[in-house]
């Protein structure tokens, strides 16, 4: 249907409102609207579709129904579908559809409305509001549907499953797995001994459940006693746009406190262990209920003191003028640069001012106490923000030089040396020539111009003619396969993603990995879009709520008040730095071709999200014994 010319389509819209009017008051009887659906292109069956009636233009409403009850689609492939509501009866001068889509996407290539052959109901049989109790109306029955579609999906079971009167602890094997549901109960015994080596400043991730099966609440106290860093925290499970229910948000503990349990509640525990002593050393997490000693988990670590360097570059596209970090920028800054995000990109929106003109004014601001990223990026956004019959005259290029010149001088006073250029976002075809261009004037003007770009499809790539002279190009994921068989003259190649319903993505695949994917295909940095995108309309930006916007929200990061709150998935990108540096370790030590080896079994298994740590655990005890 989206192919066809009489079709109407929307995108990225949080509802569609389409109006008809009648030019004659009309008795309607049905309502038909004709649409299509295919799941593996995004194009769902939508959340709703509310009718209404008018017989005043539309300044009150008579809500006739929602053309969604009763019909569910669980097909992934394309099938036309009819909505209707019948035996209406109604006399109306017009109806209002109100549409709220599921995902990005929805089409309509017809909609009929048909007469009433009987006798129009009294007015009062439907409901009448006016424009602002129709929103509120309709926003009351768009949560209960959603509640509705969430819980028809399986969610996390509980291991409670009878009254056994005692404090349940189990090991979740999978750690990095979608459902954190494979784990094994810790039995006739008071104590479990667990062995790891590691590389100084590294870290070790553990997650363990612990169920209470009295029929009474019950505080468990708990503490952690260590030469290592140790932090705690409970997972929380999130709703994702796409409908799935899954364990995310971390949120932290004190290191020593109590856990307090309802009856037959579980709660899920990640401990992760900073390795910041280099020595063998025992470190003890220990509970107990009511002053009775309940269970220790013991962990003898030998940390090696390895100081790795080389690390791998990590963006998000982190900016600091997005609505969620807006009174919380310094958390926001701490924590990219915990998590090894040593990217800083400035938006468009801080280098030029509202005419579209060059302008410094905000740059000082923005990047001022943020000294610890490694390379700046100056999102120039030419397609946005020049107008393409503008670029490259005298004049632009005269103004250009004055501002690029002021603006390198004011970063590098700020501390930065890696300065870049980033003039197009997912560079197109229609661009190539001006973007070539650019190029070649501003490195010959300026030796000291380095340019950045993002690349996302293959026929750009295919026709780049100046590809040596961009200093990094970061590709999209998918086109990693096309490199390998391809010669091009990169000079440093990035890998990044985009992919949407960020909340239920694979912490171990699509994050994880990605590391790995690096190493094997010689790119030296990763990407994701985005570290807090959140949305940009009023009131409903929200990083708990993926269905209060246009968009589902594409965050690493949730936020409590001033907190910020992690993620299994922000995690699990910090742990694949961590691997990417001991790859490198190897790959020193035991050559090339047998660390791609490693990396490239793990990359070909990506669905057994315990390997990573397998061959990590068995890299470094070889490292141990070569050193």
């Not at 439907?126 to 926003?139: I, P, R, S």
């Not at 309802?262 to 470190?283: G, M, Q, V």
């Not at 930006?541 to 998935?569: C, E, H, L, T």
């Not at 691997?579 to 793990?602: H, N, P, Q, W």
Request: charged share 25%; aromatic share 14%; with cysteine.
């Amino acid at each position: 249907m989206w192919l066809d010319q009489n079709s109407l389509g929307w995108a990225n819209k949080e509802k569609v409102i389409i109006d008809l009017r009648f030019e004659n008051p009309s008795s309607v009887g049905q309502i038909n609207v004709h649409s299509a659906l295919n799941n593996q292109s995004d194009v769902f069956l939508p959340i709703n579709v509310f009718a209404y009636s008018t017989s005043d233009d539309f300044k009150t409403l008579s809500y006739l129904g929602d053309m969604i009850e009763g019909f569910r689609n669980n097909e992934d492939k394309y099938r036309r579908i009819t909505l209707s509501l019948k035996d209406l009866n109604v006399n109306a001068t017009g109806i209002r559809l109100v549409v709220f889509p599921n995902g990005p996407f929805f089409f309509a290539d017809e909609i009929i409305v048909k007469n009433s052959s009987q006798t129009s109901r009294e007015k009062d049989h439907y409901q009448t509001m006016n424009a602002k109790e129709a929103d509120d109306f309709m926003e009351e029955k768009k949560r209960n549907a959603i509640n509705l579609l969430f819980s028809n999906e399986s969610q996390i079971k509980d291991n409670a499953k009878t009254v056994n009167n005692e404090i349940e602890f189990y090991i979740v094997d999978e750690i990095w797995g979608s459902d954190l549901s494979s784990s094994r109960k810790i039995v006739n015994t008071n104590e479990v001994t667990m062995n790891y080596s590691n590389i100084l400043s590294h870290t070790n991730f553990y997650v363990f459940k612990i169920t209470n099966t009295f029929n009474t609440e019950k505080s468990i106290s708990y503490s952690f006693e260590s030469s290592q860093q140790g932090k705690m925290f409970t997972i929380e499970s999130v709703r994702s746009r796409n409908f799935k229910i899954v364990p995310d948000a971390i949120f932290a503990w004190q290191p020593n406190g109590q856990i307090i349990l309802k009856p037959h509640e579980t709660k899920t525990i990640l401990l992760a262990i900073k390795n910041i002593t280099p020595s063998s050393s025992e470190s003890h997490l220990r509970f107990s209920i009511e002053g009775t000693y309940l269970n220790t988990i013991n962990f003898n670590s030998n940390v090696l003191p390895i100081a790795l360097r080389n690390r791998l570059n990590l963006n998000t596209w982190a900016y600091f003028n997005y609505p969620f970090a807006k009174g919380i920028e310094n958390k926001v800054y701490e924590d990219l640069i915990d998590h090894g995000n040593n990217i800083f990109v400035v938006p468009p929106s801080v280098l030029f001012n509202n005419r579209h003109k060059f302008d410094l004014s905000n740059l000082n601001n923005y990047v001022s106490g943020r000294k610890d990223f490694d390379k700046i990026l100056l999102y120039l956004d030419f397609k946005k923000f020049v107008k393409k019959d503008n670029i490259l005259n005298d004049f632009w290029k005269k103004s250009f030089l004055e501002w690029y010149d002021k603006a390198y001088d004011l970063l590098r006073d700020h501390g930065y040396d890696e300065i870049y250029l980033y003039p197009y976002d997912e560079l197109d075809a229609s661009h190539i020539k001006t973007f070539e261009e650019y190029i070649e004037w501003i490195k010959s003007v300026r030796s000291n111009v380095k340019i950045f770009a993002t690349i996302n499809q293959s026929k750009v790539l295919e026709s780049l003619n100046r590809i040596n002279s961009i200093d990094i190009i970061q590709l999209k994921r998918d086109l990693l396969p096309k490199i390998s068989r391809n010669n091009y003259a990169i000079n440093e190649l990035w890998i990044y993603d985009t992919k949407k319903y960020a909340k239920s993505l694979s912490p171990y695949s699509y994050y994880r990995l990605m590391a790995w994917e690096a190493f094997f295909y010689d790119a030296k940095g990763i990407g994701f879009w985005n570290y807090a995108d959140v949305g940009n309309m009023p009131g409903k930006q929200s990083a708990w709520d993926d269905f209060d916007g246009n968009m589902p929200d594409f965050n690493f990061v949730y936020k409590a008040g001033k907190d910020i709150i992690s993620s299994r998935r922000w995690e699990a990108t910090r742990k694949g730095l961590e691997d990417y540096e001991i790859l490198l370790c190897y790959e020193k030590m035991f050559g090339s071709s047998a660390t791609r080896k490693l990396c490239e079994k793990v990359i070909r298994n990506s669905d057994n999200v315990s390997l990573a740590d397998n061959v990590i655990n068995e890299a470094i005890e070889k490292i141990k014994k070569n050193r």
